[in-house]
C-alpha cells in the first residue's frame, strides 16, 4: 500500500538525549558571541569563530564567502541531497538594556534579533550531525551569512553570487529564527508566504514657490502631497485584491521653511509591504501612477523612486514543508504550530528562490526568566533553554531531507 507522505510517521534520528552532550557548548558560544556583537558585514570575529569550530569537527571549509560569510560543507557516508541550513551573523545598533553576565561589550551594538543564537545552534546542529557522519546520507551545507539586516545589501544576495547554493547545487533549504514573544519551546512552520516584500519609495512633488497669500500663482507641492497621502489608500481599498495582504503608509513628508511662504517642493518617504509578487509589482505601478497623476492634475510633478530592491517576499514549498512539520512535530519536549504571516522582511527568501525550503521560528518568550521582549528591543532576552531544540530540528531536517528521494 502506498502511503500519503502527509500521514507519513518519521522516526526522528536525534533526540534530546542525543544533543544533551553539546548544550553547554552551544550556550558558551552564544554567550561569546552575544558580549562581542558586530555589526552588518563586519562580522570577522564571529566568521573566525564559526571556521575554527568548523574545522575543529572535519568539516570543509570556505572563508569570505558574499563578505563576511562561511560556508561548511560535511559530507555523509551515504549517497544522497545537499541540504543547507542558514544562520545570520549580524547585531543591530541598539544598546543593551538587560543585565545578563554576558552583556555585550560593545556600547550601541546588541545582538538584538537573536542571530547570536542562531549562530550557536547551527554549530550544535554541526556538531550533532558531525558525530553521525557514518548514519549521513547526502551532504549538509552550512550558511553562516553576513548582514541579514543591511535592507536591500543584505548578505544572502552575494553569498549566492559567490556560488553558496552550487557545486553540488542545494536540493534542500532551510533557516530558523528566533522569535521573542512566541512561546519557549514552540516552533512556528507553516506553508506558502512567511514573510513580507519591504519596498521603501521615496517621492518628490515639484511643484513652484510663491507667496502663501496668492497660491494661484504658485504650485503648492503640500496642497498635492496631502492629496496624494489621501488617495494612496484608495489603492489599498479599491485596487488591491482583498485578500491580499497590503500595507501602505506614508512615514516621512518634508517640505517648506516658513508659514507664508509656498515651497518649491516636497519630498515623501514611505513603505509597502506585500506578500506575492503580483500584488507586489501591482502596488509599484499603482503607486507610480497616483504619484504623477495626481500631481500632474494640479500642474506639479512628481519624481517617484523605488529605492533598493529589497528583500522578496519569504516564501515556503507547501510539500517541503508539510514534511518538515512532521518532522518538527516528532521533537519530545517542543510542539509545533502555524502561527500567522508576519509583515516583517527575510534575505533568507533569496535562498528559497534558489532550492525549495522553509524559514521557520522557535518560541523563546519565557515571563518567569524575564525573556519577553520583542526582537529589537533593547531589552531582548532569550530563553537559552530553548537552544538545544534549535539544533536538533536543524539536524533532523538535514537528516531526513538528506535520504534520497
Ligand atoms: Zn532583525
Ligand atoms: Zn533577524
Known amino acids: 500500500m502506498h502511503l500519503n507522505s502527509e500521514y507519513v510517521q518519521y522516526q526522528l534520528a536525534f533526540n534530546v538525549s542525543d544533543i544533551r552532550e553539546f548544550e553547554s557548548e552551544i550556550i558558551r558560544i552564544r554567550r561569546r558571541i552575544h558580549a562581542n556583537p558586530e555589526l552588518s558585514y563586519r562580522e570577522f570575529e564571529t566568521s573566525k569563530l564559526v571556521a575554527q569550530k568548523l574545522r575543529t569537527l572535519g568539516l570543509g571549509v570556505r572563508t569570505r564567502v558574499g563578505g563576511t560569510g562561511v560556508v561548511g560543507l560535511l559530507k555523509g557516508a551515504h549517497h544522497g541531497n545537499v541540504v543547507a541550513l542558514r544562520a545570520d551573523m549580524d547585531a543591530l545598533p541598539v544598546t543593551e538594556n538587560v543585565n545578563v553576565p554576558f552583556k555585550s561589550k560593545r556600547p550601541g551594538i546588541m545582538h538584538a534579533c537573536g542571530h547570536d543564537t542562531h549562530v550557536s545552534m547551527l554549530l550544535g546542529a554541526a556538531m550533532l550531525l558531525a558525530k553521525h557522519r557514518d548514519d549521513l546520507h547526502g551532504q549538509v551545507r552550512f550558511l553562516f551569512q553576513p548582514a541579514e539586516e543591511a535592507g536591500g545589501r543584505g548578505g544572502a544576495k552575494p553569498m549566492i553570487e559567490d556560488g553558496a547554493m552550487n557545486n553540488p547545487k542545494v536540493d534542500y533549504v532551510f533557516g530558523l529564527h528566533i522569535y521573542g514573544t512566541v512561546p519557549s519551546n514552540v516552533f512556528l512552520l507553516r506553508p506558502g508566504p512567511v514573510m513580507a516584500a519591504p519596498d521603501t519609495f521615496r517621492i518628490r512633488i515639484i511643484g513652484k514657490g510663491g507667496h502663501g497669500s496668492a497660491p494661484h500663482e504658485a504650485v503648492d507641492p503640500i496642497f498635492v502631497s496631502a492629496q496624494v497621502v489621501m488617495a494612496l489608500q484608495g489603492i489599498t481599498s479599491r485596487m488591491i485584491d482583498q485578500l491580499e495582504p497590503f500595507v501602505i503608509s506614508v512615514c516621512s513628508i518634508h517640505s517648506g521653511t516658513k508659514d507664508n511662504i509656498i515651497p518649491d517642493d516636497a519630498i515623501l518617504e514611505g513603505t509597502v ?61 517542543t510542539r509545533t504550530i502555524e502561527g500567522k504571516p508576519i509583515m516583517g522582511a527575510e534575505d533568507f527568501s533569496r535562498f528559497l528562490q534558489k532550492a525549495p525550503g522553509a524559514f521557520y521560528f522557535l518560541g523563546s518568550r519565557n515571563p518567569k526568566k524575564g525573556c519577553v521582549s520583542m526582537n529589537h528591543s533593547s531589552e531582548f532576552k532569550v530563553d537559552e533553554e530553548v537552544l538545544k531544540y534549535g539544533s536538533l530540528s536543524l539536524a533532523n531536517l538535514a537528516h531526513e531531507f538528506g535520504k534520497p528521494n
Open 273 to 333: 509591504r506585500t506578500f506575492n509578487e503580483k500584488t507586489r509589482a501591482q502596488a509599484k505601478k499603482y503607486v507610480t501612477k497616483v504619484f504623477e497623476s495626481l500631481a500632474k492634475s494640479f500642474k506639479a510633478k512628481a519624481e517617484v523612486e523605488f529605492k533598493l530592491d529589497e528583500y522578496p517576499v519569504t516564501v515556503n514549498d507547501p510539500t517541503v514543508t508539510k514534511k518538515a512539520i512532521s518532522v518538527l512535530r516528532k521533537i519530545r519536549g
